[in-house]
């Protein structure tokens, strides 16, 4: 980091994943090499979210040497995820700014991600567990979020990526490795798994530094019910049947 810029003193949490993540990080600009890792917190135990979580806050501030007065904002990881888990981040996330306060900002939680796993831009597919045989997923270039985020059953989406993955679209991929190869993907296996605190700033990083307003935290659930997925799947059984039937009627006639 460069001197002379002001530096945020940020607060970071995410219970998207059955991961609890937390940390301090110093931002002074818009960029993913702008920002620091004080202290961080990543415990995987998705059953002990809510007690976990602000033990895991108060030993970060202790490390980082960082007082709760001295927060300059709070980042919060939206989802998509699970209800419960969900809930425990952006309640706790909430509490603090509220009482402190000062600004609480939602991120994309697959945002976080990409940017950890390519923070100069390069194509980035990131797959996470829904649970329920589902996957989360989003696809990014340059830095930005181009599709996504969604839910969706593995093999829809494997059908979805056949295409940009045969062309390489994708340099790198974070999230579930178990559930990246469900999708489609062969390369290597992610470095980033989990949300990670500095991923998190970084994606708000250009709202701290700006000063700008915070505004309500949006939970990023995408559940949809299941006679959505299966009606999906019959339809494109339905049309898979239909193009193939074509297709040989189409070589019988002269």
């Known amino acids: 980091m460069s001197s002379g810029q002001r530096a ?5 949490i995410d219970t998207a994943t059955d991961s609890v993540v937390t940390g301090v990080v110093e931002v002074v600009g818009e960029s993913f090499g702008d920002t620091a890792v004080l202290a ?5 135990d998705h059953r002990r979210h809510a007690e976990l979580l602000t033990t895991l806050v108060a030993e970060c501030l202790a490390e980082a040497g960082v007082s709760r007065d001295a927060l300059d904002a709070v980042v919060v990881g939206c989802g998509p995820g699970p209800f419960t888990g969900l809930r425990v981040g952006m309640a706790t996330g909430a509490a603090f700014a509220d009482a402190l306060g000062i600004p609480a900002y939602g991120v994309c939680s697959l945002d976080a991600l990409a940017l950890d ?3 100069e831009g390069a ?6 567990d829904a649970r329920r045989r589902e996957v989360y997923w989003a696809a990014y270039a340059d830095g930005r979020r181009t599709d996504g985020p969604g839910v969706i059953a593995p093999a829809l989406l494997a059908e979805d990526l056949a295409a940009d993955l045969a062309a390489g679209t994708y340099a790198v991929a974070a999230g579930s490795a178990p559930h990246l190869e ?3 993907w062969t390369g290597t296996p992610p470095e980033v798994t989990v949300p990670t605190p500095r991923g998190l700033v970084a994606a708000a990083a250009g709202r701290i530094v700006a000063g700008d307003p915070a505004e309500p935290l949006v ?3 995408l559940r949809r019910p299941d006679a959505v997925e299966q009606k999906e799947l019959k ?3 339905a049309r898979k049947e239909r193009e193939a039937q074509q297709a040989q009627a189409s070589e019988v006639v002269p």
């Not at 194509?123 to 996470?128: K, Y």
């Open 40 to 44: 961080e917190r990543v415990i995987s």
């Open 219 to 221: 939970p990023l659930y």
């Open 123 to 128: 194509g980035v597919l990131v797959v996470t």
């Open 235 to 237: 339809e494109r059984k």
């Open 117 to 119: 796993a390519a923070p």
């Open 182 to 184: 469900l999708v489609g």
């Open 8 to 12: 945020y003193k940020v607060l970071a």
